[in-house]
């Protein structure tokens, strides 16, 4: 088996996010689940809730090109598939993941449906609720995979999210099996519990025929998963399935089971939380970043930690500080 060139390849969803500050009445008012994210079926829908959003900030998201975004900010090498339209905010999209340096060279899809966006809404608790157009990155097709940057990388990421729609999921199938043909490593992030509820019999499935070498869950998701809201025997129940399963669990830190072996961190401290945006995306990166560098499980951990907590410190899912520092003076004390 040949050294990968990248560490990560990740396919997902190519979103730029429209954030904006609200309140608790208007989550309320507008019927959505705080702390969760919905999607909307069409561009009317998004228009219309856009509409009523107060001063917002554009920042390039979706959860799998965060994660790449980061661990290039940490010197790892990546590339990121997904599908973006021909028009501004795919301009936007592909300018700062190019920009963050990760290799980005999924063509533009024509016409109709715009570049995917996800309106999110952040309370002054610092949760977000978000509210996705999938727009055109529901309709990457399996033709566009790039198969050797696929079989060139350590590890394929995948987010659940993109397991939504019919195309990507037949793109990302046809993914796994070009990785596990080249012998690299597939994780998997379970993304939000909607996608449980829509898809968790694909997610088992995935798991107990040995496809998944790396998941990512929180609590409410693992719980989900499993039916039991017992988090041991939950943990118990799918760490002897995957060769690595890593857990967060919000202000509680993080676990992974690894070959049997078990780690947790705590959370890393912070002043305040700002914005919970790209939490767990940000988590997954320093796990990642850390497992291609041969960390072991415990400093991949912290290294999540170090990422999430650098992330819900400020509005927005993409690092605002130099990560490369960070991480060394962090890992240092």
């Known amino acids: 088996m040949s050294t990968p060139r990248y560490d990560v390849v990740a396919i997902g969803n190519a979103i730029v996010d429209i954030l904006a500050q609200t309140d ?4 309320a008012a507008e019927g959505m689940a705080k702390g969760s994210m ?5 561009p009317g829908d998004a228009d219309a809730l856009y509409a009523k959003m107060g001063p917002g900030m554009e920042a390039s998201g979706g959860s799998a090109a965060n994660t790449v975004a980061a661990i290039a900010a940490m010197g790892g090498r990546c590339g990121f598939i997904g599908q973006v339209a021909d028009d501004q905010l795919g301009d936007v999209f592909g300018h ?4 963050a340096g990760v290799d980005f060279a999924t063509a533009t899809r024509s016409g109709e449906p715009t570049t995917a966006r ?4 952040v309370t002054p608790d610092g949760q977000r609720t978000m509210n996705t157009f999938l727009g055109a990155s529901q309709f990457l097709p399996e033709a566009a995979l790039d198969r050797d940057l696929i079989a060139d990388a350590a590890i394929l990421y995948l987010e659940g999210y993109l397991w939504d729609p019919e195309e990507p999921r037949a793109a990302m199938r046809a993914a796994i099996e070009v990785a596990r043909k080249a012998g690299r490593k597939v994780a998997f992030t379970l993304s939000d519990t909607f996608c449980i509820s829509r898809h968790g019999g694909d997610f088992r499935k995935l798991i107990a025929d040995g496809l998944i070498d790396i998941l990512f869950a929180n609590e409410a998701e693992l719980a989900a998963l499993t039916g039991t809201e017992d988090f041991e025997a939950a943990l118990a ?10 857990v967060t669990r919000g202000a509680d830190g993080a676990c992974a089971v690894q070959a049997g072996t078990r780690a947790d961190v705590a959370a890393e401290p912070i002043d305040r939380v700002v914005d919970t945006t790209g939490a767990g995306d940000l988590f997954a ?3 990642l970043h850390g497992q291609a560098q041969g960390r072991d499980l415990t400093q991949s951990l912290r290294l999540g930690a170090i990422c999430a907590a650098e992330i819900i410190g400020h509005v927005g899912a993409r690092p605002i500080v130099d990560m490369k520092a960070l991480v060394t003076q962090k890992l240092a004390r």
Request: hydrophobic content about 65%; aromatic content about 14%; overall charge neutral.
């Open 118 to 121: 996800c309106l999110i809404f």
């Open 285 to 287: 990166a320093g796990f």
């Open 96 to 99: 700062d993941i190019r920009a």
């Open 237 to 246: 129940q799918v760490a002897a399935k995957v060769p690595t399963l890593v």
């Open 24 to 27: 608790d009445a208007f989550i």
């Open 38 to 42: 919905q999607l909307m079926f069409s």
